[in-house]
């Protein structure tokens, strides 16, 4: 018998923009509904390269957050060819810092500062290793004669696989992966190697940027592939194993910045995306699965405890907003803007807002502080 609702402990997103400012403030909301934690991604203008850069990045979003939600972000460095192992190891000292993001400089949204040689970096990757902090990868190369549906496995071979020989004892999640070459890729890899997976990956191939018409609000990069990959991540989401955990990889861009001569890429799914994972696991038989994958396998990777606190699900109709509003800049659209999904978060009433719904805060006199993350129970 198919439930009618489905408890599972409060997940977690292994992989998040935020954004900054006003923008940051009407985005946040959507993930602090339904997540407890998010590792968020450090690709500002200008990106968070130090650990001040991190833990004032971190006080931002705490000042944003709305009274009624909880909610943990997780920070990231930012690499660049002048990053120290001395500045990795300040940010394991200060504490809000969990990971360390790859870029190849130019591979997406506010990358043009990444790394340009993987090789001349190995001393930051050794610190990483030494801190037990990961290095999130996004895995493409930026050869220009090199297909964009292959970048990602010819990432896999010509620079992936050399570093961890390098670094055997680094931990590395393979960020978003896309492709069957991915999920054998992790698989076949040390224990040191993990990879997210986002809910537009799972539930859509590359016809969606085509189906009636060019959709941007599709557009993402990586980009969306065949239907063979997509069913080759599905089958790794919802196998159960640890290797594999949620990352939305939610991006928003306003609708200025999409439909344009040349759109960003991103896909905003922060404000449906547990009801898109929950739809994925449930098509393929595995809504039992749901809670490794969204709520317990990442917090095992990076050493943390899982969440205390449980969310619920209920099958009922919600309605994907056509758009979401965001200041004066514009709106955002979500994935699947219009269409019907078979499952709803339940969420308390917000900010005297409808349960579900929920909006920025006005600005608090007081700023929010918390300590460091405790990990003295579930060390790197």
Same mark, same amino acid.
């Given at each position: 018998?198919?439930?009618?609702?489905?408890?599972?402990?409060?997940?977690?997103?292994?992989?998040?923009?935020?954004?900054?400012?006003?923008?940051?403030?009407?985005?946040?909301?959507?993930?602090?509904?339904?997540?407890?934690?998010?590792?968020?991604?450090?690709?500002?203008?200008?990106?968070?390269?130090?650990?001040?850069?991190?833990?004032?990045?971190?006080?931002?979003?705490?000042?944003? #957050?709305? $009274?009624? !939600? +909880?909610?943990? *972000?997780?920070?990231?460095?930012? =690499?660049?060819?002048? &990053? %120290?192992?001395?500045?990795?190891?300040?940010?394991?000292?200060?504490?809000?810092?969990?990971?360390?993001?790859?870029?190849?400089?130019?591979?997406?949204?506010?990358?043009?500062?990444?790394?340009?040689?993987?090789?001349?970096?190995?001393?930051?990757?050794?610190?990483?290793?030494?801190?037990?902090?990961?290095?999130?990868?996004?895995?493409?190369?930026?050869?220009?004669?090199?297909?964009?549906?292959?970048?990602?496995?010819?990432?896999?071979?010509?620079? #992936?696989? $050399?570093? !961890? +020989?390098?670094? *055997?004892?680094?931990?590395?999640? =393979?960020?978003?992966? &896309? %492709?069957?070459?991915?999920?054998?890729?992790?698989?076949?890899?040390?224990?040191?190697?993990?990879?997210?997976?986002?809910?537009?990956?799972?539930?859509?191939?590359?016809?969606?940027?085509?189906?009636?018409?060019?959709?941007?609000?599709y557009y993402c990069l990586p980009v969306l592939k065949r239907e063979?990959?997509?069913?080759?991540?599905?089958?790794?989401?919802?196998?159960?194993?640890?290797?594999?955990?949620?990352?939305?990889?939610?991006?928003?861009?306003?609708?200025?910045?999409?439909?344009?001569?040349?759109?960003?890429?991103?896909?905003?799914?922060?404000?449906?995306?547990?009801?898109?994972?929950?739809?994925?696991?449930e098509q393929a038989g595995a809504l039992d699965r749901l809670e490794?994958?969204?709520?317990?396998?990442?917090?095992?990777?990076?050493?943390?405890?899982?969440?205390?606190?449980?969310?619920?699900?209920?099958?009922?109709?919600?309605?994907?907003?056509?758009?979401?509003?965001?200041?004066?800049?514009?709106?955002?659209?979500?994935?699947?803007?219009?269409?019907?999904?078979?499952?709803?978060?339940?969420?308390?009433?917000?900010?005297?807002?409808?349960?579900?719904?929920?909006?920025?805060?006005?600005?608090?006199?007081?700023?929010?502080?918390?300590?460091?993350?405790?990990?003295?129970?579930?060390?790197?």
């Amino acid at each position: 018998m198919t439930p009618t609702t489905l408890t599972i402990t409060r997940p977690d997103d292994w992989h998040l923009h935020l954004r900054d400012g006003e923008l940051m403030a009407h985005v946040l909301p959507h993930t602090a509904r339904c997540f407890g934690r998010a590792v968020v991604m450090p690709n500002l203008k200008p990106p968070v390269t130090t650990a001040a850069a991190a833990r004032a990045y971190y006080d931002r979003i705490l000042d944003a #957050l709305h $009274p009624d !939600l +909880d909610f943990t *972000p997780l920070m990231t460095l930012y =690499l660049t060819d002048a &990053t %120290t192992p001395a500045e990795i190891e300040r940010a394991r000292a200060d504490g809000v810092v969990v990971a360390a993001k790859l870029y190849p400089a130019g591979a997406t949204t506010n990358s043009d500062e990444g790394l340009t040689d993987l090789v001349r970096a190995r001393p930051v990757f050794a610190a990483l290793a030494a801190c037990g902090l990961p290095l999130l990868v996004h895995g493409e190369v930026t050869d220009p004669e090199v297909d964009v549906f292959d970048r990602e496995a010819v990432f896999l071979e010509r620079h #992936l696989r $050399p570093l !961890l +020989d390098a670094v *055997p004892g680094l931990k590395v999640v =393979l960020e978003h992966v &896309t %492709t069957k070459q991915g999920v054998d890729f992790v698989l076949q890899g040390p224990p040191t190697l993990a990879a997210t997976i986002t809910a537009h990956h799972l539930l859509y191939n590359r016809g969606a940027m085509f189906r009636g018409g060019l959709n941007p609000h599709y557009y993402c990069l990586p980009v969306l592939k065949r239907e063979e990959h997509r069913l080759a991540l599905v089958e790794a989401a919802t196998s159960g194993s640890p290797r594999f955990f949620l990352g939305t990889d939610s991006a928003p861009h306003v609708r200025g910045a999409k439909e344009c001569g040349c759109g960003c890429a991103g896909i905003f799914s922060a404000p449906v995306a547990i009801e898109m994972y929950a739809t994925a696991f449930e098509q393929a038989g595995a809504l039992d699965r749901l809670e490794g994958f969204a709520s317990r396998h990442g917090a095992a990777f990076y050493g943390l405890p899982p969440n205390r606190d449980t969310v619920t699900l209920s099958r009922r109709e919600r309605s994907v907003p056509a758009a979401i509003a965001a200041g004066p800049a514009g709106d955002l659209v979500p994935p699947g803007a219009g269409a019907t999904l078979g499952w709803e978060l339940d969420t308390p009433a917000i900010g005297g807002l409808p349960g579900g719904v929920v909006a920025p805060r006005e600005k608090r006199e007081e700023p929010r502080r918390r300590m460091p993350l405790d990990r003295s129970e579930f060390p790197l």
